[in-house]
Every structure is written in C-alpha cells, then in structure tokens.
C-alpha cells in the first residue's frame, strides 16, 4: 500500500491509491466555492437586502457554512472510523448533486427574498456535506500513504484545495458579473461539477473500516468531549489541534473580508476581489508545496513556527499598505487593468501572497503529525474533534471581526489586530509544545548554518520503541539528530549541558534527562536510567552518546558500558548513527580541546551528514560491537557487515 521510494509528491497523482481522491476533493473544494463566492458577489454587488448588508454578507455565509461543523462533526466522525471511507466518499457526492440541484433553481428565481433565503439554506447544506467529508478527507491519507510521503500527500491536498478555491472563486465572480445570465450559468455550473465529482468518486480505491464494530454515540456532545479527551492523552496532538483551529480563525478573518475588501478599501470592482483571492490561493498553495522539499520527506514541524513568524509579519504590513490608498479618478472603482497600475496595489498583493503562503508551511506540517500520532482505531474522531474546535474558532472570528467593524474599526486594523493576536497564540502554543521550538532551532541550524545530508532515515523508526546511539562531536548533536528523526528523541545528557543559558533551557523545556556520573551524584545517575527505560516503555526514542563527553580530538572514543544498564532495564532495539563531518565546525571542539574559538569559521552551509545504519537487536549489543557499527558509519558514510558478527568481548566498563 505505501510506496517508500516514490521520488517526488507530484508522481502521486499518477497512482490510484491517490489520484481520485485528490480529484475528488479537488472538484469538491471548487463547486463549494464557485457557489458560495457567486452568491457572496451576488449580495455584495448586485442584490439589495436589507436585511444582509454587504459588509457582512461574507461573514454571514461563512457562519452558516460552518454551523454544520459544530452540529454533525462528531457523527461524521464516527462513520468515517466505522464505515469504508470509500463507499462514504461516494454517499456525500451524491448529496452534492441534490443540493447544487436545489441551488440552481435558487440562483434563477425572481424573488429576491426567496432567492436568498434558499441560497442561505444551500448553504448550510452545503456545510453538511464538508463537515461529512472531512474526517474522511484526513483519515484516508494515512491508509494509503507511507511516513515519508504524508507530507507531499497532504502538501499536494492542500495545494490542490485551495487551486480549486482559486479556479471556484474566479469562475464564481466571473460568471455572476456576466452582463446577462450569470445566475443561470452558475447555476449550470454547480451541477455539472457535482456530476463530475460523482463521477470521479467511483475510482476511489476500497479503503477499509478502522473500528467497524464502532456503536454510534448520537450525543455530539458527549461524544466530541470523549474524543477531546483521547487526543488529549497525547498533549502535541491535542495543542496541535488548538493550533490548526487557531489557523482556520486566521484564514477566515481575511477570506471572509476580500468582496469588501476589495470594494470599500481597495475601491476595486468584482474582478479585483476575484484577483485577492487567486493571490491568496496561489501563496497558500504554494506554501503547501515547500512542506516536502523543505521538510526532506519526513514530517517537519519546525516548519510550523516560521510559518507563524510570517502570518504576523505579513498581515501586519498588509494592514500598513492597504491604509491610506488613492481613489481611483473618473470611475466609481477601479477595473483590474487600472487597479494593476498603480505600484501601491502590488505591495498589498505580495503581503497576502506571503502571508498566505506562510499558512501553508504552518498547516501542513500540522495536519501531518495528527494524521501520524493520532490513535489509528479513533483517527477520524479526533479529526472530527478537530472540525468542531475549527468551527468554533471561525464563528469566533465572524464574531469578532463583525464586532470590530461595527465599532467603528476598518478592515486594514482588523487585519493589523488578526497579525498582532496571531503572535501572541503562536507564542503561547510554542511555549506549551516545546518540541515545535526545537523542532524549528534543527531547521534553521541544518538549513543556514550547516547543510544536512540525511544516509540511512529509514532506519530511524517511525513507531516503537529504539535507542538512538550516535557519536559525540559537538554542542549541538542533539538538535542535528533531532531534524533526522522523523519523531521527537528524549536525550540522555551530561548534566552539565543544562546550566547553559539558552540550551540548557531548551533542554528542560523538551525533556531531556540529565544525567551524571555516578560518584559525583549518584541520585541523579539512578534517576536518569530510570527515566530512560520509562521512554522506551512507553515506545518512544531514547537518544543517547556512549562516549559519554564530546570528543576532544575528533576521534570516535570508546564507548562505556551506560547502553547495557539501559539495556538491561528495559529492552529496544539501538540504531546506530554518525555524525559526518561535524568536527571543526562552529559548535564543536577545535584541536586542543577548546570550544568555539572562532566562531563561523567553516562559514555558513558547511556540510555535514547523519548517517544511520540497521538497528541492532537488544541481545546482540555489546558497547564494543556498537562502536563498531557507529564507526563503520562515521568512515565509510554507509552501513557495513552487521556488527553483531564482530567477535569482540563484552565491555566491563560501567
């Protein structure tokens, strides 16, 4: 089912276990949004309602759209964990084709209170229908899907999704604002993509009940609480989804605003609001894209706070280059030619480029690790969970932002506050979810000051328990075998390390065990042992150094006898690792054992490599055979013979 050599994201969509279900999700994401923008445009424009005045018009479908979510994301979820997705996939396209239906004789009637008040109902309907397909949508990647292309599938989704807002948006406010029949081709036009999705739907390959014996609980809210409480026995799993929920709050406030935004600020007609949403389509996808090339194939979270560092930075210009624009001269506003003119509109359009493209590194990766850690049987549910939070956190911005404007506030200072908050949440996630700061410290570091070769990842585990055994050459080993492993590694280090001020603390801060020697503390030496066999019991990564200091000449020094107590406490398998060319380098030791003497003195984007060889069984580890094996690694850059034939005695070092 999982294809672990597939070479690039983009090659998914020329296999089954993938393509028709992009394209199914993709002509979904499109008919959704041709509809709702023509109407959003429709009332926006062209429409006078008294009653739904345009400035909220926007905020008002967005908080019909998603009450669905709060009301039937619990069921969906239980039938996505009890049901085939497949067979699911092809009910809930069949109810798109009913509701278009209905939306289509809305769009072309008469009455405008009718017209309206049964697009409103479509709507909600039309809600239903995502908040069904959801949970499917992120439990059946992980079906099909190996640990090394969750990222690019997800990427790929995302990207393909808001492709289809782009081309949904576009088509929708190009075909209302035709001069005569644009409802009628709207209307023809959200069912024939409905068909289509029909259509494609059928390809969806079968894709198994994770808990078919699941009993519907009916109750949602009992039940979203249940599942709230199982995503939150796995405390980054569940601040994940606070941090997804937080995104969607994000990216609503802005969807929501762009018909107005584009009317009332940028003083642009329908065109140039159909324009802000292909550069925010466009930014986002793109972002998507980046996940997999920046994360090398494995899922990287320190993508997650860079991508928070420019929501903020990027709104918050945005607010500062959409205040104080020219209005536009002889016209009641500016046709797409004349708004591309003016040098002023193209700094508001890369702020939403970028702010939208810093989304997708945000989400991504997110979206990646709940697919990964969430319990298989109770995935769905907790997506599900997850849609609930999500609504929520929009009907919150709807509120808000709503609140705002009818205060007084203009749309740029919702934006500039929407940025400002986003600092603050993001700030407070990280604090509470440190491994998403390491996580982003291993990517700068292997991205800027040194350049990271992975050899052998794939015998970093992605689920069980192991030790991680690797050579000692720098201050920062840790934070390089931390961007190589496809999951968080707890350290086992020198106590000492912790009394640095910036490392020490964020050592502390994910959990890494300090350990001392045994005659100079022997409390702590006890205790760090056992807390190390406590995470291999619980089936996490234990990373260790057996030379037990950094080397001070760059050799690879004898290994002491710490693994076996591990070992023998609680048993795992231990991967060997080396770290390649790290000697020299600004946070190693130089000749003479000092540290750091000139600091950047290999310049920027030095190389190194980690490179990791076949684990070895519990048994067959002896602390000489395993520096047999690390060594092996360290000067031929590849695994050699297996080190348990190496006849070598068994070490009494303790």
């Not at 945000?362 to 850690?373: E, F, G, K, N």
């Amino acid at each position: 089912m999982s294809h672990p050599d597939q070479t690039s994201q983009f090659a998914l969509l020329g296999q089954r276990r993938f393509a028709p279900f992009f394209w199914t999700q993709f002509l979904g994401a499109g008919n959704d949004n041709l509809f709702k923008f023509a109407f959003t445009v429709l009332v926006t424009y062209q429409l006078q309602v008294a009653w739904l005045p345009p400035s909220l018009a926007g905020l008002a479908i967005g908080a019909l759209f998603i009450l669905p979510f709060l009301l039937f994301s619990a069921t969906s979820g239980q039938l996505a964990d009890k049901l085939d997705k497949a067979l699911l996939m092809r009910f809930v396209k069949s109810l798109e084709i009913g509701i278009m239906g209905l939306a289509a004789w809305a769009f072309v009637q008469d009455a405008v209170n009718v017209r309206v008040v049964t697009l409103l109902g479509c709507v909600v309907l039309m809600g239903l229908h995502s908040t069904l397909f959801g949970p499917v949508k992120f439990a059946y990647l992980p079906q099909h899907l190996s640990e090394r292309e969750i990222t690019g599938g997800n990427g790929m989704v995302e990207m393909g999704t808001f492709v289809a807002i782009l081309l949904g948006n576009v088509a929708g406010g190009l075909l209302i604002g035709m001069a005569e029949g644009g409802a009628r081709a709207v209307a023809i036009g959200c069912v024939a993509m409905a068909l289509l999705g029909r259509v494609v739907v059928q390809f969806v390959p079968p894709t198994p009940a994770t808990d078919p014996a699941l009993r519907i609980n009916p109750n949602p809210v009992t039940e979203t609480w249940r599942n709230l409480q199982l995503a939150h026995e796995n405390i980054v799993v569940f601040r994940s989804l606070l941090g997804i929920s937080w995104m969607w709050f994000f990216g609503a406030v802005f969807l929501s605003q762009f018909p107005a935004f584009a009317k009332e600020v940028l003083h642009g007609n329908e065109q140039v609001a159909s324009l802000l949403l292909v550069v925010f389509s466009v930014g986002i996808g793109t972002g998507s894209l980046l996940c997999e090339v920046l994360s090398k194939r494995h899922v990287e979270i320190g993508l997650v706070p860079l991508g928070a560092i420019g929501m903020t930075v990027f709104s918050v210009d945005l607010h500062f280059a959409a205040t104080g624009l020219a209005l536009p001269q002889g016209a009641a506003s500016y046709t797409l030619g004349a708004f591309l003119a003016q040098p002023a509109h193209w700094r508001v359009m890369l702020d939403l480029a970028l702010l939208a493209g810093s989304a997708g590194l945000y989400s991504v990766p997110m979206y990646a690790l709940i697919q990964l850690r969430a319990p298989k049987s109770h995935r769905a549910r907790i997506i599900a969970a997850n849609n609930i939070l999500n609504a929520l956190f929009m009907i919150a911005s709807s509120v808000i932002a709503g609140a705002m404007l009818g205060a007084g506030a203009t749309i740029p200072q919702v934006f500039l506050a929407t940025g400002l908050a986003n600092a603050l949440v993001a700030g407070y996630i990280f604090l509470l979810v440190p491994e998403y700061l390491l996580r982003f410290l291993a990517f700068v570091l292997t991205r800027f000051v040194y350049r990271l070769k992975l050899t052998g990842d794939q015998h970093i585990p992605t689920e069980g328990a192991a030790i991680v055994a690797a050579n000692h050459v720098s201050y920062v080993d840790a934070i390089v075998l931390a961007a190589a492993s496809p999951r968080p590694i707890r350290f086992m280090m020198d106590h000492r390390i912790f009394a640095t001020p910036v490392l020490g603390t964020l050592f502390r801060l994910v959990k890494a065990i300090p350990v001392a020697p045994q005659k100079e503390d022997p409390v702590v030496y006890e205790r760090a042992f056992d807390e190390a066999a406590q995470v291999l019991a619980e089936g996490d990564l234990l990373g260790i150094f057996p030379e037990g200091g950094i080397t001070r000449d760059g050799m690879l020094q004898p290994f002491k006898g710490g693994v076996m107590k591990i070992l023998e406490r609680q048993p795992a398998p231990v991967v060997p690792v080396a770290l390649v060319n790290l000697w020299g380098s600004t946070f190693s030791r130089i000749e003479g054992g000092r540290a750091m003497a000139r600091p950047l003195r290999r310049g920027l984007f030095s190389r190194v490599e980690v490179v990791a060889g076949p684990a070895l069984a519990a048994a067959a580890v002896t602390p000489e055979r395993l520096q047999a094996a690390v060594g092996t690694l360290l000067h031929t850059g590849r695994p050699g013979p297996d080190p348990a034939s190496i006849p070598v005695a068994r070490s009494s070092t303790p």
